[in-house]
């Protein structure tokens, strides 16, 4: 069996496959220097002028703070009606199924 370096990078369809193979190795490039941690490039999200948006904005300061703003805004007082809801809605998709298994695509949708 040969032995492999921490880091194994691999051609794969026009992109590149980075392979961690210790914990530490992992550790140090994903915790420690998040400047390793950035979204991909979309030239089409910036033709259209979307690059300021939270799911496409580039690790910084700015991602940080609007993060933050996001979760103290909008995740507070969710967390306790999001298991709720989705309990709703899984014993009415299970009900779906069960009554019209042939529907399976339609029920999941919703």
């Not at 994903?30 to 089409?44: G, S, V, Y």
């Not at 300021?52 to 690790?59: E, L, P, R, V």
Request: net charge positive.
């Amino acid at each position: 069996m040969s032995k492999s370096g921490p880091l194994i990078s691999l051609p794969s369809y026009g992109a590149t496959v980075v392979v961690i193979n210790t914990i530490e190795v992992a550790v140090e490039l994903l915790e420690r220097r998040k400047i390793f941690a950035c979204r991909p490039r979309w030239p089409m999200v910036e033709l259209l002028g979307r690059q300021d948006n939270i799911g496409f904005t580039y690790y910084g300061e700015r991602l940080k703070k609007m993060r933050k703003l996001l979760h103290s805004t909008v995740f507070t007082g969710i967390s306790d009606k999001w298991g709720v809801l989705l309990d709703d809605h899984s014993a009415i998709l299970c009900r779906a199924l069960m009554e019209s298994p042939t529907t399976f695509y339609e029920a999941t949708e919703r």
